[in-house]
């Protein structure tokens, strides 16, 4: 039996356990502003055996413009048997919080994880009757649900989740529910308590406030770092960026190529129609940019008709194919675009070239060449 002052002590102790874990936490969430670093960090924290010690943690982000839950990540082990691996890895090498953060800082594991791509395939409708996490978002409170006592909890993504007992939290910023946090013990099978729920909300306070921040960062870059008239990346950020992928092909290395673009005969479009339908054509052609260009492509204005783009982990034969897809579909849109084409100039790291200048220099004098040899075509 406890004397009320050994049971004080005792909560006094827990208590301060408590907040300094989410003292740590928090301090390794102000570590960065970039969104998947934040996501890492908070679903390692809820899964952490020196964190809240969940098994698995996902977390789910409200599209606004499309009225959707969309799932962003998840971490945790895939089987009963992996969960041994990394527990017993863990427990062996005495790893704390942050050397957990460290150690896939390049979220190399996660292109591993089916739970993780599971996690991504995920799109909720924010109504009513699209199941718990939208309810987590309309209600703004948690939930915990066991699915095999209430069949009606049961939804799409329930079953290729493996979910039984799970715990839903909100992610809140300035009282608006911006996200929601899924959490279970899958494989200790460990019931979720009332202290589990109390502190992975406070936990999701915390962590609404860093990804609402890392958002409004990321707009304030993209804002900064973009040409005004035509959305895309501006001159100095392309050189940065280039800068990056240099870094980041050498270390790894790979390859990736460059495209020079420039309008032909700009000058006398604009000396012929005037500056404003100039200014139309330019944003006609970035759109057809954005639309052509493949996800992980970083499209640029370099400087008044002329474009560029880094296309990574690409070698030259394949930056030929996407430069003539670009350079059709431009000539393909002569109606919006009054018959303008453009020309494109080809080089590629680091067989051309290791330096940021000598790359630009040889995209540019292929660029030339394609201009020379009668405009509208490719050259490398």
Not at 110 to 122: A, F, G, T
Not at 232 to 239: D, K, R, T, V
Not at 346 to 374: H, N, Q, V
Request: proline fraction near 2%; charge should be negative; aromatic fraction near 8%.
């Amino acid at each position: 039996m406890f004397t009320m002052g050994e049971y004080y002590k005792q909560e006094c102790m827990k208590a301060q356990a408590e907040l300094a874990m989410l003292y740590e936490i928090g301090n390794a969430m102000r570590t960065t502003l970039n969104l998947e670093e934040i996501l890492y960090i908070i679903l390692t924290a809820a899964t952490a055996h020196v964190g809240l010690s969940f098994n698995r943690a996902m977390l789910f982000l409200v599209n606004e413009k499309e009225n959707q839950l969309e799932g962003k990540m998840g971490i945790g082990p895939d089987s009963a048997e992996d969960a041994d691996k990394v527990w017993s890895h863990i427990e062996r090498h005495k790893l704390g919080f942050e050397e957990l953060i460290e150690t896939h800082s390049k979220f190399e594991h996660l292109k591993k994880s089916q739970l993780d791509k599971i996690v991504k395939s995920i799109k909720i409708p924010i109504t009513k009757d699209s199941g718990i996490i939208a309810l987590t978002v309309i209600q703004g409170i948690s939930f915990v649900i066991n699915t095999g006592k209430t069949q009606e909890t049961k939804t799409e993504f329930t079953e290729p989740l493996n979910l039984e007992e799970f715990v839903t939290v909100p992610l809140k910023a300035r009282d608006k529910v911006i996200g929601v946090i899924l959490a279970d013990n899958r494989f200790t099978n460990k019931p979720i308590t009332n202290d589990d729920i109390r502190m992975l909300t406070m936990f999701a306070n915390q962590a609404g406030l860093a990804i609402e921040n890392s958002r409004l960062y990321e707009r304030t870059l993209v804002l900064s770092n973009s040409d005004s008239l035509t959305g895309l990346w501006n001159h100095g950020y392309f050189q940065y960026l280039l800068d990056n992928e240099i870094k980041k092909t050498s270390k790894e290395k790979l390859f990736f190529s460059i495209l020079m673009i420039d309008i032909d005969d700009f000058k006398i479009f604009n000396d012929t129609y005037g500056h404003q339908a100039g200014d139309a054509i330019l944003k006609n052609i970035s759109n057809i940019f954005r639309e052509v260009s493949r996800k992980i492509d970083i499209v640029a204005r370099y400087g008044g008709e002329e474009f560029a783009i880094i296309l990574p982990n690409t070698k030259k034969e394949e930056a030929v194919v996407l430069a003539e897809r670009l350079r059709k579909s431009v000539k393909e849109n002569q109606e919006s675009l009054k018959n303008i084409t453009i020309s494109i100039g080809i080089t590629s790291f680091p067989k051309e070239g290791e330096g940021k200048e000598l790359l630009i220099s040889k995209a540019d004098r292929a660029l030339y060449e394609a201009k020379r040899a009668g405009k509208d075509r490719v050259c490398v």
